[in-house]
């Protein structure tokens, strides 16, 4: 046979379909599918119990390989109770709920063994984590409230009722620093700050029924929620490794009001699960770029940023000629659905400083202040001009609607020198 012939069998061979040999490798993993609707392939998820339990939705699912390899599979799935077959290509969202201990954390494993048709298999493996709800002592009435509150500032994070005004929480202790910022998060049981005392700034955890706290990240200038996700505004070397976790020990005298912060990035991030801080997956949920030119948001450096509802509502400081930043009164408003910036929210008869937001469901937008002036009650007309004064230096928490500004209610909180706002409604 000659080296023609033979050329012609060697690329009649690579261009055959290759048969599929037994042990062949079909690529299969688990996906889990996280309270904003995004879709997460992940070998753990892990969840803050809430009434005592924790539901996770998942599925199995198989990748397309060369040669078909999971053509036809089937696959043996175990951890749900009795041992079941799924189709791996379109086996449906399975709810698992794992009931919380009082303490602690439980998990579950699931297992699944894919075959293909060929002979070829797979394994998949995920571990579902239940965390036991945090025990907030003396807390019980406040928490059972329609709406309550968390503010920063403390030795840890205070329980504020907004239905009975009363607080729970450590008081008399002295402040830890990385609490004393106007970035809070309140999400998966432990509280996130950026700024604060941390070093550098950093990204900070803290677990709502004390103890110590953990830097996850590098510098970050405005953490929130949306109700689902995790928003995070980082700044230059959030994503850079750390060394070592960072305690209360480390930290250092925070950014003071008035001092002008170190920039920010312009995305903000969401994580949808806590696994995923923060090396892990996060959507870009709305760039900065998209401020147009001459807004009054484009000169702003936020330290404080909530969601709902697919909107962000974002305040801060403005940089003035001394070389100072002055908190600004307004909210500037992003809608994340179509990545425009909205006219800024203009808060009726508030003029003070923004120490915290908080995006709830019915439209309304919770603002933490330590404003001296007492806004009248909604409804009444002051002839003066002038509202009442209480005493310098207690918060206050206001209440207004995203739609217009107005104010829906007021209320002053038993405490001094809070700091960073995340309300819950039930």
Avoid at 112 to 134: K, M, N, T
Avoid at 157 to 165: F, K, M, N, Y
Avoid at 370 to 380: A, F, K, M, R, V
Wanted: charged residues 20%; contains cysteine; negative net charge.
């Amino acid at each position: 046979m000659n080296r023609l012939a033979w050329s012609l069998l060697l690329i009649l061979a690579l261009l055959a379909p290759r048969s599929v040999a037994a042990g062949d490798a079909c690529a299969c993993r688990f996906e889990v599918s996280a309270a904003s609707g995004a879709i997460r392939p992940v070998g753990r998820a892990t969840q803050t119990a809430a009434a005592r339990a924790c539901t996770f939705d998942v599925r199995l699912r198989v990748a397309a390989q060369e040669g078909g390899a999971c053509d036809g599979a089937s696959a043996a799935l175990k951890g749900l109770g009795s041992p079941v077959t799924v189709d791996p290509w379109a086996m449906p969202w399975e709810r698992v709920t794992i009931r919380a201990g009082k303490q602690g954390m439980r998990r579950r494993v699931l297992r699944a063994r894919v075959q293909g048709s060929g002979g070829a298999v797979g394994r998949a493996r995920i571990a579902l984590r239940c965390d036991a709800e945090p025990l907030l002592d003396g807390c019980d009435a406040i928490l059972a409230e329609s709406t309550y509150c968390f503010v920063g500032g403390g030795s840890r994070p205070r329980a504020i009722g907004l239905t009975s005004d009363t607080l729970c929480g450590e008081e008399g202790q002295p402040p830890v620093t990385v609490l004393m910022t106007r970035s809070l998060a309140v999400w998966q049981g432990e509280a996130w700050t950026c700024g604060g005392g941390s070093p550098l700034g950093g990204f900070v955890a803290t677990p709502l029924e004390g103890g110590e706290d953990r830097r996850v990240a590098g510098p970050c200038a405005a953490t929130g929620t949306d109700g689902e996700a995790l928003l995070v505004l980082p700044r230059a070397g959030f994503d850079a490794p750390l060394a070592t976790n960072v305690g209360r020990a480390r930290g250092q005298l925070p950014l003071g009001i008035g001092m002008l912060p170190p920039p920010h990035g312009n995305e903000i991030r969401a994580y949808d699960l806590p696994d995923d801080v923060p090396g892990g997956a996060y959507r870009t949920v709305f760039d900065l770029d998209a401020i147009p030119e001459g807004s009054p948001c484009g000169a702003i450096f936020f330290d404080t940023i909530t969601g709902q509802d697919g909107i962000i509502y974002a305040a801060g400081c403005r940089q003035t000629i001394f070389g100072t930043c002055t908190p600004e009164p307004f909210v500037c408003v992003f809608d994340t659905n179509t990545g425009a910036v909205r006219p800024t929210l203009e808060l009726d008869g508030f003029d003070g400083r923004i120490l915290g937001l908080s995006a709830q469901p019915g439209g309304r937008l919770f603002v933490l202040t330590d404003d001296p002036t007492q806004l009248p009650p909604i409804g009444y007309v002051d002839g003066s001009g002038g509202g009442a004064t209480i005493t310098v230096g207690t918060n206050q928490i206001h209440a207004f609607d995203v739609s217009d500004g107005s104010r829906l209610d007021s209320t002053t909180i038993p405490t001094m020198g809070a700091q960073g706002l995340a309300c819950v409604s039930h």
